[in-house]
Structure formats: structure tokens, C-alpha cells
């Protein structure tokens, strides 16, 4: 079940770094894409969250071992949190229609 | 003794199954709970944030790619790096080296405390430029509201890890702690990783100034 039962102490060693360094690769991705500057807020917004959503798969599933745990913990855990920060978007509307309500300034 | 037999069939028998659903400790479970109740908390704070942005026609970017995003992304590598010498720690301690484990929660714990510097000096050069809770040079009192409230609330995770590890080194060192302490800590840790996963893009990334 844990990866240091299945393989050696070593092999476990490798796994974790080749995972560091794939993090590392992606924030470099993440910073180059805000120095070039090349897309639009929106754009960057979409690019740089599903980056985001990968690094933070790769932590929970190899730091925090949840890869390596029975499926029933990841299953219990990982769809209620989903969904319940899913529900906190229900605001952007709001966030929109309050921008396009506002009095301009002179 | 009638009520241990009468429970035998049943225990060993038809309703045996799932006793552990996770096959994890109590400790690891509380852990997860922790972090999920915690990973809304820090889900609310970047929702509330996006939405006073969204809401407000020219908010300020106002980080210099050098040297504020520079200095963001040099606390993110020392961050992950603290992620990997806690994963190192684990290991150690799993495979029963005391000595190997608390090493390694010494260099995660100095890490942790070199992002603390490098954060605080940059709140440094916020403030410098005029940066408060309530006011700011380019007219968005939201801005310095949610950016201290958020960066702030991180850094206490922060800080509160280290001290958390420290407690846990010197316990797992004198032998009073036990590897799955070690663990638990770890996901702990590796939490306050991930958190900041989301505040350096949303933050720093797209506040870039053009």
C-alpha cells in the first residue's frame, strides 16, 4: 500500500524528486508566461489555474500520499471539497452585475 | 461473557466487513478533516478576493515582475523545497531513523522560516510604497485589505507550521512521538505547500505591472 513497502528507500527517493521537479517546472512555466505577458487577464487566469490544479494533484497525490492510500479516503475526501468550492462561484455573477451597476466616476 | 458470544457470530460474520473504510489512524483522518475544513477557508478568502476584483473596474497590479514576482517566485521554489525535505523526513522516520528524520525536519523548519523573511520583506516594500489595510496610493482600499488578510493568513499557517514541527522534532527525537506523528505533520506542511500553490498565481502572477 505505501510506496516504501512496494520498492526500495531509493526508488521511493527518485519518485519524490522527479515530482519536485516536475512543481518546479510548471511554476517556470507560470512565471515565464507573466513576464512575456502575451495573453489577457482572462486568458492568463485560465492557463495559470489549470497549471495550478495539476501542481496542487501532484502535491496531494505524492507528498501527501493520497495516491497511495485506500481509494475510499480520496473518494469521501476529494469530491464534497470540489463541490463545495464549485458552490462558491455561485458570487461572480454578483461580482459582474455589481461592476456594470456602478455610477462612473466623473 | 453471554454478550460476547451472542456478538461473535456477528463480528467475525455477515456485518465483519469495512470496519477501517480508510485503513489510515485516527490521527491521519483528523489530519484530512483538518485540511479539508481549512482548504475552504483558504477557497473563501481567494473567492472573496476574486470577487472584489472582478467588481472593481481598474484594480491596481502593482508588482514589478523584479524584483516582487522574483521574490514571490523564490519563496515558491523554497517552499516546494520545504515539501521535499518533509517528504524526506517521512521517510526517515518510517524506516526507524531518528536522527535522519529530525535532520530533515530542521532543514523543512528552515525553509519554512526562510519564506517567513523573504514574505515579510516584501510586505516591506508594500508598505514602503504606501500599502495599509485600509489605504493605498492607487485609490482601491480593497486591495491592501485582501492582499494583507490573504498573504497574512498564510503566513500564520506558515509560521504556525514551523512551530508545529519543532514540537514534533524534539518529540520524535526523545522517542515520546511516533513515525505517524511525523506523517501527520507532514500532510500538514505539504498543505500550507499547496495553499500557496493558488495565492502566487492569483496574487502575484496576474497583478504583474504592465
Same mark, same amino acid.
Given at each position: 500500500m505505501v510506496?516504501?513497502a512496494?520498492?526500495?528507500?531509493?526508488?521511493?527517493?527518485?519518485?519524490?524528486?522527479?515530482?519536485?521537479?516536475?512543481?518546479?517546472?510548471?511554476?517556470?512555466?507560470?512565471?515565464?508566461?507573466?513576464?512575456?505577458?502575451?495573453?489577457?487577464?482572462?486568458?492568463?487566469?485560465?492557463?495559470?489555474?489549470?497549471?495550478?490544479?495539476?501542481?496542487?494533484?501532484?502535491?496531494?497525490?505524492?507528498?501527501?500520499h493520497l495516491?497511495f492510500e485506500k481509494t475510499t479516503l480520496a473518494w469521501s475526501?476529494?469530491?464534497?471539497?470540489?463541490?463545495?468550492?464549485?458552490?462558491?462561484?455561485?458570487?461572480?455573477?454578483?461580482?459582474?452585475?455589481?461592476?456594470?451597476?456602478?455610477?462612473?466616476?466623473? | 461473557? /453471554?454478550?460476547?458470544? !451472542?456478538?461473535?457470530?456477528?463480528?467475525?460474520?455477515?456485518? /465483519?466487513g469495512g470496519t477501517f473504510p480508510y485503513a489510515v489512524g485516527h490521527k491521519k483522518l483528523?489530519?484530512w478533516? $483538518?485540511?479539508?475544513?481549512?482548504?475552504?477557508?483558504?477557497?473563501?478568502?481567494?473567492? &472573496?478576493?476574486?470577487?472584489?476584483?472582478? &467588481?472593481? /473596474?481598474?484594480?491596481?497590479?502593482?508588482?514589478?515582475? $523584479?524584483?516582487?514576482?522574483?521574490?514571490?517566485?523564490?519563496?515558491?521554489?523554497?517552499?516546494?523545497?520545504?515539501?521535499?525535505?518533509?517528504?524526506?523526513?517521512?521517510? &526517515?522516520?518510517?524506516? @526507524?531513523?531518528?536522527?535522519?528524520?529530525?535532520?530533515?525536519?530542521?532543514?523543512?523548519?528552515?525553509?519554512?522560516?526562510?519564506?517567513?523573511?523573504?514574505?515579510? !520583506?516584501?510586505? @516591506?516594500?508594500?508598505?514602503?510604497?504606501?500599502?495599509?489595510?485600509?489605504? !493605498?496610493?492607487?485609490?482601491? #482600499?480593497?486591495?491592501?485589505?485582501? %492582499?494583507?488578510?490573504?498573504?497574512?493568513?498564510?503566513? %500564520?499557517?506558515?509560521?504556525?507550521?514551523?512551530?508545529?514541527?519543532?514540537?514534533?522534532?524534539?518529540? %520524535?527525537?526523545?522517542?515520546?512521538?511516533?513515525?505517524e506523528?511525523?506523517e501527520?505533520?507532514?500532510?500538514?506542511?505539504?498543505?500550507?505547500?499547496?495553499?500557496?500553490? %493558488?495565492?502566487? #498565481?492569483?496574487?502575484?502572477?496576474?497583478?504583474?505591472?504592465?
Open positions: 510506496p516504501e512496494t520498492h526500495g528507500h531509493e526508488e521511493g527517493r527518485r519518485l519524490f524528486v522527479m515530482v519536485w521537479l516536475g512543481l518546479l517546472a510548471l511554476t517556470a512555466v507560470e512565471v515565464v508566461l507573466a513576464y512575456v505577458q502575451m495573453f489577457s487577464t482572462e486568458g492568463m487566469l485560465l492557463i495559470l489555474m489549470f497549471l495550478s490544479l495539476i501542481k496542487a494533484g501532484l502535491i496531494v497525490g505524492y507528498f501527501m495516491r475526501l476529494i469530491p464534497a471539497v470540489t463541490l463545495v468550492i464549485m458552490l462558491l462561484f455561485i458570487f461572480f455573477p454578483d461580482a459582474v452585475r455589481a461592476l456594470q451597476l456602478r455610477v462612473p466616476q466623473p | 461473557m /453471554a454478550d460476547q458470544v !451472542n456478538a461473535m457470530p456477528l463480528a467475525t460474520g455477515d456485518w /465483519a483528523g489530519m478533516l $483538518f485540511i479539508l475544513s481549512d482548504s475552504l477557508t483558504f477557497s473563501a478568502m481567494l473567492v &472573496a478576493y476574486s470577487y472584489v476584483r472582478v &467588481a472593481t /473596474a481598474a484594480w491596481p497590479t502593482p508588482f514589478h515582475f $523584479f524584483p516582487s514576482v522574483v521574490t514571490a517566485t523564490v519563496m515558491t521554489l523554497v517552499l516546494l523545497s520545504s515539501s521535499l525535505t518533509m517528504v524526506f523526513a517521512v521517510a &526517515a522516520a518510517k524506516h @526507524g531513523d531518528r536522527r535522519g528524520a529530525v535532520r530533515q525536519l530542521c532543514f523543512t523548519m528552515f525553509f519554512g522560516l526562510t519564506f517567513i523573511v523573504l514574505h515579510l !520583506n516584501e510586505w @516591506g516594500v508594500l508598505i514602503r510604497e504606501g500599502v495599509r489595510l485600509w489605504q !493605498n496610493p492607487w485609490g482601491v #482600499p480593497l486591495f491592501g485589505a485582501t %492582499f494583507f488578510t490573504l498573504t497574512g493568513l498564510h503566513m %500564520f499557517h506558515v509560521a504556525t507550521g514551523v512551530g508545529y514541527l519543532a514540537v514534533v522534532a524534539v518529540g %520524535f527525537g526523545r522517542g515520546r512521538f511516533t513515525d506523528d511525523v501527520v505533520s507532514g500532510l500538514y506542511w505539504h498543505f500550507v505547500d499547496l495553499v500557496w500553490m %493558488f495565492i502566487f #498565481p492569483l496574487v502575484y502572477l496576474l497583478s504583474v505591472k504592465g
